[in-house]
């Protein structure tokens, strides 16, 4: 899979940034997960704190856009998230698992 960055903006306020990337790869367009782990290493982030908010691909081509973004920390990620897009993306098991332990 080949990665390539089209446009990266910091939001300091919201301690993330947002990137724009060009994702060439071969087969089936790779799942939220796949996306999600090679971002957190092009990018130099945890793949926990990345949030894959688009996927877009054109008929009949092996490129797809991707928009995401690439949290400083969970404390960000946990407040400007919705509940329904942590879910999406398996932050929210994380976060319940420690709590249904403590039951």
């Known amino acids: 899979m080949d990665i390539s960055i089209i446009k990266e903006q910091e939001l300091p306020l ?10 060439a790869f ?19 982030g945890k793949e926990e704190l990345v949030v894959v908010r688009r996927i877009n691909t054109s008929f009949g081509e092996q490129v ?7 949290y400083k920390d969970d404390a960000h990620l946990t407040r400007y998230e919705l509940e329904y897009v942590r879910k999406r993306h398996g932050s929210l098991e994380a976060e319940a698992a420690p709590a249904a332990e403590g039951e």
Request: aromatic content about 0%; hydrophobic content about 45%; proline content about 3%.
């Open 26 to 44: 071969e087969g089936a367009t790779p799942g939220r997960a796949v996306i999600r782990s090679a971002l957190g290493k092009k990018l130099h």
């Open 14 to 23: 919201l301690g993330r940034r947002d990137v724009s990337v060009r994702i």
């Open 64 to 70: 797809a856009i991707i928009e995401a973004s690439v």
